[in-house]
């Protein structure tokens, strides 16, 4: 059923068995008690769909969660995590073996990068990065022992896409596993599985969680591939989920699609007032009709939300700094997804020494809209502005 309204309210809730209460259980356990030797040995030999053992395997109010987040991803089933690091990590490494080669969107999130070129040339795992853009990039960095396609649309920074579709195409036929990071577009506005994405992941920290308070992620696939990422990586690294974590979870999805709606409409505000601003170059934002790739980006999403890009005009380093602490109502902060706007910008994670103003990669300020009223935060870019 592919209801959002159902999915959110109803899916997988089974009140009766919990004195009928409306909000689900924290079913706080570590493990669960077996009444005979026939469930438990049965249970040993498939942890997946056995009875529940123990937390790191499963728990009720984690598969609650599960279910629902399948059915909002368009998948067979889901797996949750501790991070969307550990999602990544367990994800990926599921797919790899000693001597494969991957292809990465060029510039993944910043741990995905790690694994592709600090853990995985341990085991002699190789990858290229390309420039996700075009397809021909992807059969170009192709080899024969190319086992996986990583990719990230809308891309950290600049928000490049790639397009899924031909993606998946190429890869199908020649046994390539695909997996995308969807964090940027929740699983409401990308249905990646659609268009034959294998496996698609997420930052729950960021909109699925909603309110800047848990760390989490999760995995989306077919039964077969959520299985055997489970029986091995997720158990083995034990980053299953904790069941009060799942809970606050299931409570920021009853507000997923509200919560998008109204950042959607306040971002489409923001964009406006800055690409009228003199002061800024050029706003990146993926459902704004001066993006490169935007007919992609109305063909294969059906929302864009919080985050954005601005290149304000040549400023030094102090002015960048400036104008970032000016802001009363964006905090300077990693992250995005909750409710409280957010600034980040580029020149903050580099020395001074190094920032180059005429670079408009170094000017980069990305901008995270939160549940915030549009007037409020255009007033205060406003002010900020003034300032510089
Ligand atoms: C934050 C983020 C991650 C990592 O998720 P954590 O929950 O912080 O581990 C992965 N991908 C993207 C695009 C992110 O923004």
């Known amino acids: ?25 924290i079913i706080q356990t570590s ?19 056995g009875e529940y053992i123990y937390t790191k395997s499963r728990n009720p109010t984690v598969d609650i969660l599960r279910k629902k987040i399948a059915a909002l991803q368009g998948s067979e089933d889901a797996l949750v995590t501790n991070s969307g690091s550990s999602a990544i990590f367990c994800s990926i490494l599921a ?48 080899q024969e022992n190319t086992t996986l396609i990583y990719l990230e649309s809308p891309n950290s ?12 195409d190429f890869a199908k036929p020649r046994n390539i596993t695909t997996i995308i990071d969807n964090s940027y577009c929740s699983p409401i506005y990308q249905k990646p599985h659609k268009f034959g994405i294998d496996l698609c992941l997420h930052s729950a920290t960021k909109y699925i969680a909603g309110h ?24 083995n690294s034990g980053t299953s989920i904790s069941p009060f974590n799942a809970w606050l979870l299931i409570r920021g999805l009853r507000t997923l699609e509200i919560r998008l709606q109204r950042i959607s409409e306040t971002t489409v505000k923001v964009v406006d007032f800055l690409k009228n601003h ?8 993926p459902f704004d009709k001066d993006f490169p790739q935007y007919e992609l980006a109305q063909k294969q999403m059906t929302g864009a939300c919080g985050l954005l890009t ?8 102090q002015e960048i700094e400036l104008f970032s602490l000016s802001l009363k109502n964006f905090l300077l902060a ?23 103003k005429t670079n408009p990669e170094h000017r980069m300020i990305r901008l995270y809209i939160g549940l915030e009223d549009a007037d409020f935060l255009i007033e205060d870019l406003r002010n900020a502005l003034e300032l510089i």
């Open 1 to 25: 059923m592919d209801n959002i309204s159902f999915i959110i309210n109803q899916l997988a809730e089974e009140r009766e068995q919990y004195f009928n209460a409306v909000a689900p259980p």
């Open 31 to 49: 493990n669960f008690t077996f009444k005979d030797f026939k469930s438990l040995r049965e249970t040993f030999e498939d942890e997946f769909s």
């Open 95 to 142: 797919n790899v073996k000693a001597g494969d080669h991957i292809i990465s969107v060029a510039k993944p999130y910043s741990w995905a990068a790690r694994m592709f070129e600090v853990v995985l040339p341990r085991f002699n795992i190789t990858h290229t990065y390309v420039d996700g853009r075009d397809i021909q990039n992807f059969v170009n960095a192709c």
């Open 157 to 168: 920074w600049d928000f490049q896409l790639q397009d899924l579709q031909a993606v998946a």
């Open 212 to 235: 800047s308070d848990t760390v989490a992620g999760v995995i989306t696939g077919s039964r077969e591939r959520i299985k055997k990422i489970f029986d091995s990586e997720l158990s």
């Open 278 to 285: 003199p002061k800024i170059e050029r706003v990146i934002f």
């Open 310 to 317: 601005i290149i304000p005009k040549e400023l030094d380093y």
């Open 334 to 356: 990693v992250s995005w997804g909750g409710h409280e706007s957010l600034i980040m910008p580029k020149a903050a994670g580099m020395k001074p020494e190094i920032y180059d």
